[in-house]
T-cell receptor, first 108, second 115 residues
Framework: KNEVEQSPQNLTAQEGEFITINCSYSVGISALHWLQQHPGGGIVSLFMLSSGKKKHGRLIATINIQEKHSSLHITASHPRDSAVYICAVRIPGNQFYFGTGTSLTVIP | DTGVSQDPRHKITKRGQNVTFRCDPISEHNRLYWYRQTLGQGPEFLTYFQNEAQLEKSRLLSDRFSAERPKGSFSTLEIQRTEQGDSAMYLC?????????????FGSGTRLTVV
């Protein structure tokens, strides 16, 4: 019944690996956000997407509006990338629905 | 510091007590949001202000919860007669109406533990 589904829920990778986190949603959206949450709880907004692809450093986010799907890729992963990554969709009217997050651990 | 500030970072309270949290948004942001996050879950929307007007409230926001933003700047979230189920991280975020490029800025949250 969740409007936003993320996979995988947990992910462990070796340093240097290419990582993909997926997000599927079932509602009409005005934008999709990828967020990063560290163990202390603070949340950082990584990307806001309404179409196409965005890149920031080693992070790449893509969205396919027709398929209602987005992916977050991390290239050359590093232990400092270890965090929970949350997909959030903004619906018209300005409310957000959040995924439950993907917990990423990158092992040196 | 130009980010979103939340105070306190941690709060431990006894069941039945009232607690109040504060959020100071980025000064140019006219929209302010409160979310609640329980362990293992994504944040859940509680309420949202545009300037001083509270425009939307989730039904999660029971009558024990009240939020204000009296001058359109900082906001407070009060929980009366706290219950153990209120234990969660309370997150605040702000944005500027019409800012379609930078999305939201989140605070670090206030972690509430009700014992």
């Amino acid at each position: 019944k969740n409007e936003v589904e993320q996979s995988p829920q947990n992910l462990t990778a070796q340093e240097g690996e290419f990582i993909t986190i997926n997000c599927s949603y079932s509602v009409g959206i005005s934008a999709l956000h990828w967020l990063q949450q560290h163990p202390g709880g603070g949340i950082v907004s990584l990307f806001m997407l309404s179409s196409g692809k965005k890149k920031h450093g080693r992070l790449i986010a893509t969205i396919n509006i027709q398929e209602k799907h987005s992916s977050l890729h991390i290239t050359a992963s590093h232990p400092r990338d270890s965090a929970v990554y949350i997909c959030a969709v903004r619906i018209p009217g300005n409310q957000f629905y959040f995924g439950t997050g993907t917990s990423l651990t990158v092992i040196p | 510091d130009t980010g979103v500030s939340q105070d306190p970072r941690h709060k431990i309270t006894k069941r039945g007590q009232n607690v109040t949290f504060r959020c100071d948004p980025i000064s140019e942001h006219n929209r302010l949001y409160w979310y609640r996050q329980t362990l293992g879950q994504g944040p859940e929307f509680l309420t949202y202000f545009q300037n001083e007007a509270q425009l939307e409230k989730s039904r999660l926001l029971s009558d024990r919860f009240s939020a204000e933003r009296p001058k359109g700047s900082f906001s407070t979230l009060e929980i009366q007669r706290t219950e153990q189920g209120d234990s969660a991280m309370y997150l605040c975020a702000s944005s500027h109406e019409g800012d379609v490029y930078y999305g939201y800025t989140f605070g670090s949250g206030t972690r509430l533990t009700v014992v």
